[in-house]
């Protein structure tokens, strides 16, 4: 088996008529028509190919933007947290931004809902998991 690269994106149109597989090629300054003899799966193949490039994985679409929430704290002014890789975001007052790892999804729901966020911070937090800083703001 040889396996090649292609780069199928100037590709607009596919369609197959008669034993020809018919491409619609964007060239820039004009559209070309080709017909390839090709057996009508060729043309299957390519719309199974379509529909798998045009849909994303299922796992991307489990997956949790992660988003950054705005707290009311005397240490924090912002907390986000991706469940999928398990990080934990801090916005401090003073600008920095610290990501913790191994946060479970337990000990993120307790500091979101949590009445004193800074101190939830310092007991639970700084210091229990791997951290860096990633902003100097």
């Not at 299922?58 to 950054?68: A, K, N, Y």
């Amino acid at each position: 088996m040889k396996f090649s690269k292609l780069d199928l994106s100037k590709v607009l149109g596919v369609a197959h008529s008669f034993g020809y597989l018919q491409l619609l090629i964007d060239r820039g300054d004009e559209l070309e028509f080709l017909e390839i003899p090709a057996p009508i799966e060729a043309y299957e193949g390519l719309q199974d190919l379509n529909e798998l490039i045009a849909e994303p994985p299922p796992l991307l679409e489990e997956e949790e933007t992660f988003e950054i929430l705005p707290v009311a704290s005397t240490m924090a002014s912002a907390i986000g947290y991706d469940c999928g890789n398990q990080v934990l975001q801090i916005e401090f007052n003073n600008g920095a931004i610290y990501e913790y790892s191994d946060i479970d999804e337990d000990t993120w729901e307790d500091l979101y809902t949590s009445d004193a966020v800074g101190r939830y911070i310092n007991q639970n937090i700084k210091g229990k998991y791997l951290s860096q800083r990633i902003d100097n703001s």
